[in-house]
């Protein structure tokens, strides 16, 4: 079954207002939860890592007050997508690291922006 | 830094043919893990495998195989007797370090069309 629970799987917003994308570690506590971003026929490109209970770290390029995240409990991790534009549009992943290095991936969040 | 190069984006192969992925790192570490990922056009990325860099011991599960080579920082993907199932993006992946949460960098992919 899933390891990892991501909601919602797609999402049409209108430009300019928020979107909140939830990413749930359903049989394990996850300290630590990745989010991506993929562009089409893209790889994905690591937008930030979120750590339960501190700040995310993100990765160079990656506005933090465009993209907040917010991991509250060991198995929840939130990303929001403030004030939208088209260019936000994408598709969001969000993982999480159980054993060494393996990653386990939620089933993804196309977002797109009108 | 570490890099993944997959220098193959797209391949077409005919149903039944056994066909590999490439896949080429590079890190300056000496401890490191390899993966490879499939990515059906559902979008879910799905894990197939984990090689740790001091085993390079080739790996077989079912029509899938593993060639690790570090002499030449390589970690080629194959599948013999290819399904129309098997069309999917595959990543190759690398990360550093012995313990943690450590990043993952993912290679650009190689799409692959199993045509019946």
């Known amino acids: 079954g899933a390891v990892v629970s991501q909601h919602p799987s797609w999402v049409i917003c209108k430009s300019g207002t928020s979107v909140k994308i939830e990413c749930r570690s359903l049989?394990?506590?996850?300290?630590?939860m990745f989010w991506y971003r993929q562009f089409p026929k893209q790889s994905l490109m690591l937008m930030a890592t979120s750590n339960e209970g501190s700040k995310a770290t993100y990765e160079q390029g990656v506005e933090k007050d465009k993209f907040l995240i917010n991991h509250a409990s060991l198995t929840l991790s939130t990303l929001t997508v403030t004030s939208a534009h088209p260019e936000d549009s994408s598709f969001y992943i969000c993982?999480?690291?159980?054993?060494?290095?393996?990653?386990?991936f939620g089933a993804g969040t196309r977002l797109s922006v009108l | 830094a570490q890099k993944v190069t997959q220098a193959q984006t797209e391949i077409s192969v005919v149903e039944k043919e056994d066909v590999t992925l490439d896949c080429v790192y590079e890190t300056r570490d000496t401890t490191y893990y390899l993966f490879w990922y499939k990515q059906p056009p559902s979008g879910e990325l799905v894990f197939l495998i984990r090689?740790?860099?001091?085993?390079?011991q080739n790996e077989i599960s079912g029509r899938y195989s593993w060639n690790f080579q570090k002499s030449t920082s390589s970690f080629n993907f194959t599948i013999t007797a290819s399904q129309v199932v098997d069309s999917a993006v595959y990543f190759c992946?690398?990360?550093?370090?012995?313990?943690?949460?450590?990043?993952?960098?993912f290679g650009i992919g190689t799409k692959l069309q199993v045509i019946p």
């Open positions: 992946a690398l990360s550093e370090g012995s313990g943690g949460y450590q990043k993952v960098t």
């Open positions: 049989d394990f506590q996850a300290t630590t």
């Open positions: 993982s999480v690291s159980i054993l060494l290095g393996i990653q386990y």
């Open positions: 090689r740790n860099s001091f085993d390079e």
